[in-house]
Structure formats: C-alpha cells, structure tokens
C-alpha cells in the first residue's frame, strides 16, 4: 500500500546555514516580494514623483523671489547716432565738447531683489494643485494594482513549486518501486517462480519513469528560478519552502473592495473634468504682479547708498485674443480624452463582474475536483492493496501490479494537484474581490 507524501514532500527540510538556502513560508514570500519586488518598487517611486509633482504646483501660488548681482562695462555709441549727437558734431557745431568723453566706457555695478506674484488666474493655479492631488491617488491605485499583481503572482508561483516538488516526489516514489520490483522479478526469475517476459516488463516500466523523472526535474527547477526572481532573488537560490497546508474545508463570506483599476479610472476622469476648467482659464485675462528693488551705480562706494536706489512695481494683465483656435483643440482633445476613460471604466467593470462570477465558480468547482480526487485515491489505495495480495497468491501477472501501482501513483499525484488547485482558486477569488493572497 502506497504511503501518504511524507512532510519532505511538500515541506522542504531547512538546511544548516552555510547550504546557501533561503526558507520561506507563504507570508514570507509575500511579504519579501512586496519589499524587494522590482515592479513594486518602481510603482512605488511613481507615487512618490506624483507627491513631488504637487509641491512643484503648489509653487506657483508663492511669490517668487529672486535676489541677482551684476556687474557690467559698457561703450555706448548711441549718443553719437542720435539727431542730437549728429547736430553737436556736424560742422555747423559753434559748442565746445568732446564727444569722446561722452562715449568713453562706463563701469555698473547692480544689486537687485525681485519678487513676482500671480494674482489671478481664473481657477487655473487651484485647479491645478487638485489635478496633482488626485495623480497622488491615481499613482496609489496604480500601485494597489501592481501590488495586488505582483503578490498574487508571488502566491501562484509559490504554488507551483510546491506542486512541481510533490510531483518531483511522486515520480521519485514510481522509479524507486520500479527499480525495487525489477529486483524481485530477477530475484524470482532466479528461482524459476518469473518468467523472462515479467523481467522485460519490470525493465520496461523502469525505463519509461525515466523520462517523467527528467522532465519534472525541470519543471521543479524552472519553478523556482521564476519564484526567485519574483522576490527579488539571484535565479539559482536555494529555495527551501514550508508547506501551505490543507485548504479550508469551507469558504467564508468576503466582502471584496472596488477594484483599484476601476478607482485609477474614476480619477482619471475627474482628473480630465477637472482639466477643462484649466482650458477655459487660458482663454481668460490673467493679472500679475512683479516688483524690484536695488541699486545701480558706477562706483563700488556708491552701492547700497540713496540716492541710486531704482525700484519698480508692476501689475500687469494679458488676455489672449486669438490664438488660431489652439485652445479649441486642446478641449476637444480633452473631451475625447475623458470618453474613452469613462467607456473603458465602463468596459472594465462588466469584465471585472465576469471575472469575480468565474472566480466564484471556478472555486466550487476545484473543491468538487478535490472532493473526487480523495476518494479517487482511497479507491487506488485498496485497489494497491488488493492487487499485492492476489499477486503474492498468483491470481495476477507483474503486469497488472505494475498498473496498478502507476495508477495508485497517479491518483496520488492527481490529489497532491487538486489540493493546491483548490488554494489557486482561492487566490483567484480573492483577486477578482481586489483582496490580498494572505
């Protein structure tokens, strides 16, 4: 009779420390995915631009203040192309001046502070700062997404090395009892009590576990470098995974949360609502203010001394008149722009109903699969069982215990496989309902 899977099946034996293995449980792994995870630390730095975006808006309502310092040397000709400077010089001139003295090169030394305002913009300045508010939790849905994705995905590769391992497990289990039912055979065939032909057919079923053994080998290892790199590991770390244990018996009432892609969605289009607000503004008169102070002098002792203190104050206003409809296009682009936000929210939220009606469905269905698959394998157990005895009493051929062996196997397999199903639809489920692995 076939044994249950023994705890190294599914729960791999933690090694000592200088074995280079990581060991990990479920909440482990997601728990390092969510901090060493690539993509979410990418999403994660988008949502700390977007907070960034709002202090660079907000800005513009400060005044701005500028403090500059110059110094400069300049020949100035103008005075002689001037019509004064042309009747000074011309040979009608009765007046004594040197025009080179008015022209000689001249020493500035300026010392300003400026400060410029917005007064008023229409909305434009405030309407923006909200836009930049609402990208910050545009940015945050997109990162529960990616979280929600990357965590999941983490879960399901995390089943499936567990299911390659006790398929690995089960394959192993089949070479083993070939090889060891090889040795009977020939041990019999000694004696007389097997025939060649029994020999050839134990060799048989050893040779063709083979191939099985190589390839789930395989899948093991490439389930584990696509988990490893999901947590942010080197491809070729030793994973050493805990058991996930037995799915509930039962499914407990969850309320699922709206679905952030439907939550990015809706800001979206209360981002482009809100951006027509700041069209519009564009098209209205903006006022201004700006105003300097310093000194300018021609010597250094001068500066910061009255009376070479210029200052200016300024309240300027400018309103487009026409821009060749520039703004036109923008708002119909901006229109166009917030409906096919609001048919894709639209699009995206019959599917997400869908989704979480297959998910529920898919879930009744793979513990209606476990449900058959234990009793599939209590039923291969006794066959096993029933078959050994009538072998031992020569009621049947090595043949039909070997069928029945990679039947019980099988089965086994089988069970392992609708076990950890079950726990793949309860991931699923709780992904349609925007909900975490854990």
Same mark, same amino acid.
């Given at each position: 009779?076939?044994?249950?899977l023994?705890p190294a099946?599914i729960?791999?034996?933690e090694a000592p420390?200088?074995?280079?293995?990581?060991? !990990?449980?479920?909440s482990?792994?997601?728990? @390092?995915a969510?901090?060493?995870?690539?993509?979410?630390?990418?999403a994660?730095?988008?949502?700390?631009e977007?907070k960034?975006?709002i202090k660079a808006?907000k800005?513009?309502?400060?005044?701005q203040?500028?403090i500059?310092g110059?110094?400069?040397?300049?020949?100035?000709?103008?005075?002689l192309?001037?019509?004064?400077?042309e009747?000074?010089?011309?040979?009608?001139?009765f007046?004594p $001046?040197?025009?080179?003295?008015?022209?000689a090169?001249?020493?500035y030394y /300026?010392a300003n502070?400026?400060?410029?305002?917005?007064?008023f913009?229409f909305?434009?300045? +405030?309407t923006?700062?909200?836009?930049?508010?609402?990208?910050?939790r545009?940015?945050?849905?997109?990162?529960? /997404?990616?979280e929600?994705?990357?965590?999941?995905?983490?879960?399901?590769?995390y089943?499936? #090395?567990?299911?390659?391992?006790a398929?690995t497990e089960?394959?192993?289990s089949?070479?083993l009892a070939?090889?060891?039912?090889?040795?009977d055979v020939e041990?019999?065939?000694? #004696?007389?009590?097997?025939?060649?032909?029994?020999?050839?057919?134990a060799?048989s079923?050893?040779?063709a576990?083979?191939?099985d053994?190589?390839?789930?080998?395989?899948?093991?290892?490439?389930?584990?470098e696509v988990?490893?790199g999901?947590?942010?590991l080197?491809?070729?770390?030793? !994973?050493a995974?805990?058991?996930?244990?037995l799915?509930?018996a039962s &499914?407990?009432?969850?309320?699922?949360?709206e679905?952030?892609e $439907? /939550?990015?969605?809706?800001i979206?289009e209360?981002?482009?609502t809100?951006?027509?607000?700041?069209?519009?503004?564009d098209?209205l008169?903006?006022?201004?203010?700006?105003?300097?102070?310093g000194?300018?002098?021609?010597k250094t002792?001068?500066?910061?001394?009255?009376p070479y203190d210029?200052?200016?104050?300024? #309240?300027?206003? @400018?309103?487009?008149?026409f821009?060749?409809?520039?703004?036109?296009g923008?708002?119909?682009?901006n /229109?166009?722009?917030l409906?096919?936000?609001r048919?894709?929210?639209i699009?995206q939220? @019959?599917?997400?109903?869908?989704?979480?009606?297959?998910?529920e469905?898919?879930?009744v269905?793979?513990?209606?699969?476990l449900?058959?698959a234990?009793?599939?394998f209590?039923?291969?157990q006794?066959?096993?069982?029933?078959?050994?005895?009538?072998? &031992?009493?020569?009621?049947?051929t090595?043949? &039909?215990l070997?069928q029945?062996?990679?039947?019980?196997?099988?089965?086994?397999?089988?069970l @392992?496989?609708a076990?950890?199903?079950?726990?793949?639809a309860?991931f699923?489920?709780?992904? +349609?309902l925007?909900l975490?692995?854990n």
């Amino acid at each position: 009779m076939l044994p249950a899977l023994p705890p190294a099946v599914i729960e791999l034996r933690e090694a000592p420390d200088d074995a280079g293995q990581t060991n !990990l449980d479920l909440s482990g792994a997601i728990n @390092r995915a969510r901090s060493e995870n690539p993509l979410l630390k990418a999403a994660k730095a988008v949502v700390d631009e977007r907070k960034g975006l709002i202090k660079a808006t907000k800005a513009d309502i400060y005044p701005q203040l500028t403090i500059s310092g110059d110094f400069s040397r300049v020949k100035d000709v103008s005075m002689l192309n001037s019509s004064f400077g042309e009747s000074l010089t011309g040979e009608d001139s009765f007046l004594p $001046i040197d025009m080179s003295a008015l022209t000689a090169p001249r020493t500035y030394y /300026t010392a300003n502070i400026g400060v410029n305002q917005p007064l008023f913009y229409f909305g434009k300045i +405030s309407t923006a700062i909200d836009i930049a508010k609402m990208g910050e939790r545009e940015s945050e849905s997109a990162y529960k /997404t990616s979280e929600l994705n990357v965590l999941h995905g983490v879960a399901k590769a995390y089943l499936a #090395v567990l299911s390659a391992k006790a398929e690995t497990e089960v394959i192993t289990s089949r070479r083993l009892a070939a090889e060891q039912f090889l040795s009977d055979v020939e041990a019999r065939l000694e #004696v007389q009590s097997a025939t060649e032909l029994d020999r050839l057919r134990a060799e048989s079923e050893l040779y063709a576990v083979m191939p099985d053994a190589l390839q789930a080998e395989a899948n093991l290892q490439r389930a584990r470098e696509v988990l490893s790199g999901m947590l942010g590991l080197d491809p070729k770390t030793d !994973l050493a995974l805990a058991d996930i244990g037995l799915p509930p018996a039962s &499914d407990e009432r969850l309320n699922g949360e709206e679905r952030s892609e $439907i /939550t990015q969605l809706k800001i979206q289009e209360n981002m482009l609502t809100a951006n027509n607000k700041i069209i519009r503004s564009d098209l209205l008169p903006k006022f201004d203010l700006s105003a300097q102070y310093g000194y300018q002098a021609s010597k250094t002792e001068n500066l910061f001394k009255s009376p070479y203190d210029p200052w200016r104050f300024t #309240v300027s206003m @400018r309103w487009p008149i026409f821009d060749g409809l520039r703004m036109s296009g923008r708002r119909s682009q901006n /229109t166009a722009q917030l409906e096919q936000t609001r048919q894709l929210r639209i699009n995206q939220e @019959r599917n997400f109903a869908v989704e979480r009606q297959s998910a529920e469905r898919e879930l009744v269905k793979a513990r209606a699969f476990l449900e058959a698959a234990k009793k599939a394998f209590d039923t291969g157990q006794e066959a096993l069982r029933v078959s050994k005895e009538s072998f &031992d009493q020569g009621l049947i051929t090595s043949l &039909d215990l070997l069928q029945a062996e990679r039947t019980a196997y099988q089965l086994q397999s089988q069970l @392992r496989r609708a076990e950890l199903g079950v726990w793949s639809a309860i991931f699923d489920h709780r992904r +349609s309902l925007s909900l975490l692995p854990n």
